[in-house]
C-alpha cells in the first residue's frame, strides 16, 4: 500500500514527443507537488496543488502542464519534449494546517530521458 | 530568497562511526525543516522533521538539532552501519503554505 505512487517509473523518448506522468496519494493529503532531480542531484520544485487549485508554479516552460483532477491525483503533462528534460521527475504530498505535520512525502520518482 | 548549503557533498566512514551531517540556510525565518534520505535510483524517504519552536528531534541512531539564530541544523547518525549509505538531504519551509527549499545533500559512505 504504498503512500505516493508514480507511474511510469522509466520514460525513455524522443525529442518533440509528448508524455505523462501520473502520480496518486492515498494519504489524505490536500496538498500535492512535483520536483525537478537534475543530473546533479538538486531537486526544485516545479508546481504544487492544494485541493485541485495551482498555488505554486516555479518558473517552468509552459510546454509543462499540470493536472489535478481530484486531491489525490496529481498529473504532469510535458509537450514537445527537449533533451534537457532528461531528469527524474518526484511526486511528494503533504497535509497543510493544523490537522498534519507538514512532514513531505515522496514518491518514488519518474525517471525520463529524451534521446 | 533562501538557501540552503550541506557541506561536505560527499563523506566516507568506516562501520561504527558517528556521523555528522551538517545544514546551513541563510534565512532563519523557517516554519520547519525536514532531513530526507535519497538511495541511489530511490525516492526520498523522510527521516525527521524538526518544527521552527523545536531545538531537536530523535528517532532512533538519528538526532537532529535546530539552531535557528544561527541558521544550522546537525543530523548526527550513532554507530554508522553500511546501510546508512545515502545521500542525506535536508529541506527548510519558510511558511505553512511555501515550497521547500532543498540543499545539495550530502552522499554518505559507511565503509564495512
Known amino acids: 500500500d504504498t503512500a505516493v505512487s508514480q507511474t511510469p517509473k522509466y520514460l525513455v523518448t524522443q525529442m518533440g514527443n509528448d508524455k505523462s506522468i501520473k502520480c496518486e496519494q492515498n494519504l489524505g493529503h490536500d496538498t500535492m507537488y512535483w520536483y525537478k532531480q537534475d543530473s546533479k542531484k538538486f531537486l526544485k520544485i516545479m508546481f504544487s496543488?492544494?485541493?485541485?487549485?495551482?498555488?505554486i508554479n516555479e518558473t517552468v516552460p509552459n510546454r509543462f502542464s499540470p493536472k489535478s483532477p481530484d486531491k489525490a491525483h496529481l498529473n504532469l503533462h510535458i509537450n514537445s519534449l527537449e533533451l534537457g528534460d532528461s531528469a527524474v521527475y518526484f511526486c511528494?504530498?503533504?497535509?497543510?494546517?493544523?490537522?498534519?505535520?507538514?512532514?513531505?512525502?515522496f514518491g518514488e520518482g519518474s525517471r525520463l530521458t529524451v534521446l | 530568497k533562501q538557501e540552503v548549503t550541506q557541506i561536505p557533498a560527499a563523506l566516507s566512514v568506516p562501520e561504527g562511526e558517528n556521523l555528522v551531517l551538517n545544514c546551513s540556510f541563510t534565512?532563519?525565518?523557517?516554519?520547519?525543516l525536514q532531513w530526507f534520505r535519497q538511495d541511489p535510483g530511490k525516492g526520498l524517504t523522510s527521516l525527521l522533521l524538526i518544527q521552527s519552536s523545536q531545538r531537536e528531534q530523535t528517532s532512533g541512531r538519528l538526532n537532529a538539532s535546530l539552531d535557528k539564530s544561527s541558521g544550522r541544523s546537525t543530523l548526527y547518525i550513532a554507530a554508522s552501519q553500511p546501510g546508512d549509505s545515502a545521500t542525506y538531504l535536508c529541506a527548510v519551509r519558510r511558511a505553512a503554505g511555501n515550497k521547500l527549499t532543498f540543499g545539495g545533500g550530502t552522499r554518505v559512505l559507511v565503509k564495512p
Open positions: 511528494a504530498s503533504r497535509q497543510v494546517g493544523t490537522s498534519g505535520t507538514g512532514e513531505l512525502f
Open positions: 496543488y492544494n485541493n485541485k487549485e495551482l498555488i
Open positions: 534565512d532563519s525565518a523557517i516554519y520547519n
